[in-house]
């Protein structure tokens, strides 16, 4: 988040295609991801977010179009110190020790003894692993493994940390921590993070871009403002007052076209929905009137339109203009 | 190399703390060999059934069933349809099933029924009944042949005491033909030659006539005589010679009468003569005659006294040629034979099982798609599993040389040592070869088993393969074969490795062709994490 001033582009995805046999996977997809940003990935399953990140990282490779990492070149092995790649599935030794897992990987990754030591003791510190750095993986609770499995994809200090369904399987609370822990490694550690994931709870608050694949296309990118533009549904505001709403339901019947409301919901126990393009502008102009009619006010909630609906919106838009064809 | 070394303590680590792993892995080739050992630890067959009918039981099948039980247990039974339904049921190995009149002399086939499913079974039991059968055959014979050498040699010294006898005859009748050869030229060279004229009677006769006419004359010249006196005298001389002369003719007269009656006499004595050589010289041929047959009588004699003089034993010609097994090798227990086999059934086993589970479990691990993004190449990982492999088979076959060498003193030289190496590196290289051609534990296992049956089919453990034309020629390029071949050689016959060229060969080349196919594998694998 600390990036935004910069923009310095740190990988820049050019109309990439990949197939799988005649199956094509990913189709001419293209964005770009910036130094120290959280860039989000977002579709449902099947939607190639994986393929798109092992592709990324030359697992697979692409069918054609180009991939451009800062000053890399990806088909050096050297390129795979560049990044930390931590899957679904926590990608570990389970019957190694957490110690011995930090450590047999940092061995691989060329990491000496006193640095990979110290390293370790830093991991250990920013992911809350100190208590358990002597039990076995298999043994630690699933947020403590995801940690682990983060742990070890970042124990090279990558440049770029790419997670594919970091909250998968965690309760909320765990899915919770782990946003919180992704967002303080974005911060101390400076890593630009790629994340993959068709939960988008928390994902909105975290990521600084986001795309929404669908079947191996990209939908819409952009930040999250832009994609509320992008955004084609109504956004809500919720009122409670506890006289009656007779009058404030006439006020806003005869102004419904000026400010855009699209329906009202009467929910009966004083409480009205207010469904409209843009619901600042109706609650600007329904604030005085309340207090014009003396209507005091219980609750007034205005609510954007969350990633979730978003991403609901774009595919079914996707959806239809797929049926109409 | 650093990478290698951490990547094998990691394989080691992770192996070691799971204890069934553990023990499946360090223990179980193991187990198998010990057990193989145990078993083959003897050059004796145990606990072998064999089912018996006979209608009759006399000292001819009690006496071979009293020698099969040694290796056998036995089981009679009532009937042979019982003997035969034992095998069926594996009540027993093998039935067998005496004639009614089994002696020597009478029907002496025995049936042997077996199960030819059993066919290794099959193979060692008939043999051993088949051997047992032919020594209990080999003493009857042995007996019977004894007797018929007893009458030979009575009949040799018959003939020997006779032979004197012979000579004793041949020796009178050459004395004899003498004799008569001397009385032949003796009598032969008599002269009875006699001429009548030889004794001039008619010459005496004439001169008597002569004297007598003269006498005549003088006594008519006489009668002139003037003289008286001696006309007188004269004339008494004549008288006198008349009276001598007359007794002169009659002596004449009876010379030749005995003349001729000497004639006749020896001309009968000649005639004797000639029909006493005419015998004597008959008597001469029938003698030389007979002295040839005894010539020839004594040469047969001699021709059967050499005939029967041939000091041969029974044994001999019961069983003429004697074939005596003799080893190569000193080794006396089927452990000795077996043991280059189960090294290299351990090497086998281990190193394909060893080596395609430790494939398979790091790629069915939670860390394979972090190790196929690490900056270590992918041949690293793929010695690592080789070298982590081949530290637990060469741990277990030290062991196990090590136990040998306690109780066989089975001999550990260098070039065993490079020859376990060898084959424990192809055996290893097809067990992850395996182990990344697969995708799940399962299917490693199953190619690992079909492999190794393959490898075993291909063998002379399951089919006497060496024997069976086609299968022979396959035989010989499986690298199990070679394998067991060149570690034979090595152990039981002492041969050096720079006499197993051929083999070492093919070793190699199979290494090769592995070695390149496990590491295309390992390439494929890759794109199913």
């Known amino acids: 988040m600390g990036a935004e001033e910069k923009r310095e582009i740190l990988l820049k995805v050019e109309n990439l295609n990949k197939n799988f046999g005649r199956k094509s996977i990913l189709n001419s997809l293209n964005f770009e991801v910036n130094k120290g940003e959280i860039f989000g990935i977002i579709g449902t399953s099947g939607s190639g977010k994986t393929i798109l990140l092992k592709t990324l990282i030359n697992f697979h490779r692409p069918n054609s179009g180009k991939i451009t990492f800062n000053e890399t070149n990806q088909k050096n092995l050297g390129f795979r110190k560049f990044f930390g790649f931590s899957t679904q599935e926590s990608c570990f030794y389970p019957e190694l020790t957490t110690l011995e897992n930090l450590h047999h990987f940092g061995k691989l990754y060329g990491i000496k003894g006193k640095l990979r030591k110290e390293r370790i003791k830093e991991l250990l510190n920013l992911l809350e692993l100190e208590e358990c750095t002597n039990m076995p993986a298999s043994q630690l609770s699933g947020g403590m493994q995801k940690r682990l499995d983060i742990a070890c994809s970042m124990i090279h200090k990558p440049k770029l940390l790419l997670l594919d369904e970091p909250t998968v399987e965690l309760d909320p609370l765990l899915r919770h921590s782990v946003m919180r822990l992704i967002e303080d490694i974005n911060k101390k550690e400076g890593i630009t993070i790629i994340i993959a994931s068709h939960l988008l709870g928390g994902i909105e608050t975290l990521c600084n871009s986001i795309v929404i694949l669908h079947k191996g296309e990209i939908l819409e990118s952009g930040s999250l403002d832009k994609l509320r533009e992008a955004y084609s549904g109504d956004e809500e505001l919720l009122l409670r007052t506890d006289g009656d709403q007779k009058k404030v339901l006439q006020f806003l019947d005869k102004r419904k076209k000026m400010l855009g409301i699209t329906r009202i919901a009467d929910h009966g126990n004083k409480c009205l929905t207010i469904y409209a393009k843009d619901s600042e502008k109706v609650a600007h102009y329904l604030l005085p009137v309340l207090r014009h009619l003396k209507e005091k006010i219980i609750e007034l909630k205005l609510s954007k339109p969350s990633l979730t609906e978003i991403f609901t919106s774009v595919i079914s838009k996707k959806k239809r203009g797929a049926d109409k064809k | ?529």
């Open chain 2, 1 to 529: 190399m650093k990478n290698l070394i951490e990547l094998v303590i990691k394989n080691f680590k992770l192996l070691f703390r799971n204890k069934a792993s553990t023990l499946i892995f360090i223990l179980g080739p193991m187990a198998i060999v010990l057990l193989l050992g145990l078993a083959f630890n003897s050059a004796d067959l145990y606990g072998l059934k064999l089912g018996v009918y006979s209608p009759v039981y006399n000292s001819l099948n009690n006496d071979l069933l009293g020698k099969l039980s040694g290796q056998f247990t036995i089981t009679k039974t009532d009937s042979s349809q019982q003997c035969i339904d034992g095998v069926k049921l594996s009540d027993w190995h093998v039935c067998l099933v005496f004639p009614s009149d089994f002696k020597i002399t009478g029907n002496n086939t025995i049936d042997f029924y077996v199960n030819p499913t059993k066919m290794n079974l099959v193979y060692i039991i008939t043999n051993m009944l088949s051997a047992q059968v032919s020594s209990e055959s080999e003493e009857i014979s042995t007996v019977m042949v004894e007797t018929i050498l007893q009458k030979i040699n009575a009949i040799k010294i018959e003939i020997e005491k006779d032979e004197p006898i012979v000579n004793d005859i041949k020796s009178r009748l050459g004395s004899a033909k003498s004799s008569i050869d001397k009385t032949y030229s003796d009598f032969s060279a008599l002269d009875l030659k006699f001429s009548e004229t030889d004794f001039r009677v008619e010459q005496i006769k004439d001169k008597i006539t002569s004297i007598r006419q003269e006498s005549i004359k003088i006594n008519k010249a006489n009668a002139n005589n003037t003289d008286s006196n001696s006309q007188s005298m004269i004339q008494n001389a004549y008288a006198d010679i008349l009276v001598n002369i007359t007794a002169l003719d009659s002596d004449i007269a009876n010379l030749s009468n005995a003349v001729k009656s000497t004639k006749d006499k020896l001309g009968a004595v000649s005639k004797l003569q000639d029909s006493t050589n005419s015998g004597l010289t008959s008597a001469s041929s029938e003698i030389t005659q007979s002295i040839e047959k005894i010539n020839s009588l004594q040469e047969s004699i001699k021709k059967i006294k050499e005939q029967v003089a041939v000091s041969i034993s029974a044994a001999h010609i019961v069983k003429p040629i004697n074939t005596e097994i003799k080893t190569i090798t000193s080794e006396k227990r089927y452990t000795g034979f077996v043991f280059p086999l189960l090294i290299v059934l351990l090497l086998m086993f281990g190193g394909i099982f060893l080596g395609s589970i430790l494939v398979i479990s790091e790629k069915t691990s939670r860390a394979y798609f972090r190790n196929l993004i690490l900056p270590v190449r992918r041949i690293t990982f793929v010695l690592a599993s080789y070298i982590t492999t081949m530290i637990i088979l060469l741990v277990e076959v030290a062991i196990v040389l090590g136990v040998a060498y306690l109780f066989t003193k089975t001999p550990v030289s260098p070039s065993l040592a490079l020859l376990v190496l060898m084959i424990a590196t192809v055996f290893v290289f097809i067990g992850l070869m395996v182990g990344y051609f697969s995708k799940t534990t399962e299917m490693a296992m199953l190619l690992s088993i079909a492999l190794v049956a393959l490898f075993l089919f291909f063998s002379n453990i399951i089919l006497p393969i060496e024997a069976i034309a086609y299968l022979k020629e396959v035989a010989v390029y499986n690298p199990f074969t070679i394998a067991t071949n060149i570690v034979k050689e090595n152990i039981l016959l002492d041969i050096g490795i720079q006499l197993q060229e051929k083999y070492l060969l093919m070793l190699f080349g199979y290494f090769a062709i592995i070695f390149v196919a496990t590491l295309l594998a390992e390439k494929f694998s890759k794109s199913h994490a």
